[in-house]
């Protein structure tokens, strides 16, 4: 038993007549009228009584119907569930950030319209640093993630970046430097530099650090920091001064002030990494957002 073999059963039960039904299949009629006697034979018992002026369902035929609908209507659902599944419609979606990118705005706003537009996906979160996420997305333990570089695009990754913040100097409430509009490396030349390095001993503060010693600041590592918002509760503890991602004004504990740090370079880039080959239709749409 094929589902054609319901879909005719149907047509046929609902206009109660062969010639009828077959016109509205776009068939002929005698082939449909052989479909419904095999289909009969199938089932084991006859579904119509045959009248002069066309056909009517007996009690196995009214009960063969209710099932038959409902077998259609069910097959039909997992036609649409399958094609709203490969538009990336509904599923889940494992998104990884880093913990600056909750602060800034494009991050935000951006999962904020994948919500609006895909709201039968649903979205689980997984927070870490960039290299971890990094890995996690190598290895398809999620599916994509916010992450500053740097870091290699080998292996089908793919990087879009969303947002070039400009740095300011975290300092202690009270600091004398706090009284300025703007800070140069060469103001923080006594300063202790609270750090937020990566293992591999590359990212954004060992940029930071290159471009002070190019203008001639050899900085002071005091004390080195897991993430971004450890480093500003230690300048608030009064440990050092870091400087960090101007989105990160967004965190203010009580005892830290920010001040523009008057660098061109570097700058804090904040983008999102995906497996691009064989990536699914949630990651695509996202993408799709990311890129505008």
């Not at 509904?90 to 990884?96: A, F, K, N, R």
């Not at 300063?191 to 002071?220: N, T, V, W």
Request: proline share 6%.
């Amino acid at each position: 038993m094929e589902l054609r073999h319901l879909r005719y059963f149907v047509a046929t039960a609902e206009a109660q007549h062969f010639t009828r039904a077959a016109e509205q299949l776009g068939m002929a009629q005698p082939p449909l009228s052989q479909q419904i006697r095999q289909l009969e034979q199938e089932v084991g018992t006859p579904l119509f009584d045959r009248t002069g002026r066309g056909v009517a369902l007996n009690d196995a035929g009214r009960a063969f119907l209710a099932c038959a609908q409902d077998i259609l209507q069910r097959a039909q659902a997992a036609v649409l569930a399958a094609q709203r599944a490969a538009r990336g419609e509904v599923g889940e979606l494992t998104l990884g950030f880093t913990e600056s990118a909750s602060f800034n705005g494009v991050v935000t706003e951006l999962i904020r319209q994948y919500r609006l537009q895909y709201p039968d996906v649903e979205m689980t979160l997984s927070q870490g640093d960039s290299e971890t996420l990094v890995a996690q997305l190598r290895s398809g333990a999620i599916d994509a993630a916010f992450v500053r570089p740097p870091f290699a695009l080998d292996g089908g990754l793919a990087f879009i970046p969303l947002a070039q913040e400009p740095l300011v100097v975290a300092l202690p409430l009270g600091h004398p430097l706090a009284r300025r509009k703007r800070l140069a490396p060469a103001d923080l030349e006594r300063e202790r530099f609270i750090l937020y390095s990566r293992k591999s001993g590359y990212g954004l503060s060992a940029d930071i650090m290159a471009a002070c010693r190019q203008h001639g600041l050899s900085p002071l590592i005091g004390q080195r920091a897991p993430q971004l918002s450890s480093a500003v509760n230690l300048v608030a503890a009064g440990m050092g001064v870091a400087i960090v991602p101007a989105s990160l004004r967004h965190l203010r504990p009580d005892g830290v002030v920010y001040r523009p740090f008057a660098l061109e370079w570097p700058r804090a880039v904040l983008g999102l990494a995906v497996r691009e080959p064989g990536a699914g239709g949630r990651v695509r749409n996202l993408l799709a957002l990311a890129r505008g």
